[in-house]
């Protein structure tokens, strides 16, 4: 049987969620999932949520029910995956430390806006990075506050140049953890869709997905 998947679009259009949200569907697709795609929170109360293989947040800056939380965090500890990208998993619900807690991250900043920065592998022997060299990226530089039990797999390192004192910083960009039974993957590259065309941010966006499914 196909592996089920759920994604949730919503929040802020800056990130331009729908349409990122269209284009992690047609990579699951392309990969065999049977793919239920929708608007909002609501469908984190469904209670088979815990029949999905696969969670996929694609939200920014919004709210979430306390009850829809509490469903969604039991879902993954039960052994969905949950896997996303940018803020629209590292910055979805502000106000939710249980969320971050299972994310394993949240934005706080990206200094100078878009930037040029490189993105450095620090996990090569890893599937989900094996093959990429480290590469040239231009978006938002993410700095986060960011859990020590991560598997880091990808960093980028910070400058003065936006903003003073933080030059050295090396800041991780791809992760990997658990949550319970739950696999968790979080890339912060992707602030809008156009980013997929990015051939290694794309791949690992694919690949930590993949992994992250049951």
């Known amino acids: 049987m196909?592996?089920?998947?759920?994604?949730?679009?919503?929040?802020?259009?800056?990130?331009?969620?729908?349409r990122s949200a269209n284009?992690?569907?047609?990579?699951?697709e392309r990969n065999g999932f049977a793919v239920t795609l929708g608007h909002g929170t609501a469908m984190f109360a469904d209670p088979d949520?815990?029949?999905?293989d696969?969670?996929?947040?694609?939200?920014?800056?919004?709210t979430i029910e306390k009850a829809e939380l509490k469903n969604l965090t039991q879902a993954v500890r039960?052994?969905?995956?949950?896997g996303g990208f940018h803020g629209t998993m590292g910055d979805s619900f502000r106000n939710e430390p249980d969320y971050q807690f299972m994310t394993g991250g949240?934005?706080?900043?990206?200094?100078?806006?878009?930037?040029?920065?490189?993105?450095?592998?620090?996990?090569?022997?890893d599937p989900i990075t094996?093959?990429?060299s480290g590469f040239a990226y231009r978006s938002e530089q993410y700095y986060m506050h960011v859990d020590p039990a991560n598997e880091v797999l990808a960093t980028t390192t910070f400058t003065d140049a936006h903003f003073p004192g933080i030059g050295g910083v090396v800041m991780p960009v791809v992760w990997k953890r658990r949550y319970g039974a739950g696999k968790v993957f979080y890339s912060s590259l992707g602030?809008?869709?156009?980013?997929?065309?990015?051939?290694?941010?794309?791949?690992?966006?694919?690949?930590?997905?993949l992994w992250a499914a049951r």
Do not use: C, N
């Open 54 to 62: 696969l969670i996929v947040p694609v939200i920014t800056m919004s």
């Open 106 to 125: 949240q934005w706080v900043a990206h200094p100078g806006d878009i930037i040029d920065y490189r993105v450095f592998i620090a996990r090569p022997d």
């Open 2 to 18: 196909s592996k089920k998947a759920l994604i949730a679009w919503g929040g802020w259009e800056g990130h331009t969620p729908e």
């Open 130 to 132: 094996s093959g990429v």
């Open 78 to 82: 039960q052994g969905s995956g949950l």
């Open 191 to 209: 602030h809008t869709a156009d980013e997929f065309a990015v051939p290694e941010m794309a791949l690992i966006a694919e690949r930590g997905l």
């Open 23 to 28: 284009v992690v569907r047609d990579m699951l």
């Open 49 to 52: 949520l815990a029949s999905f």
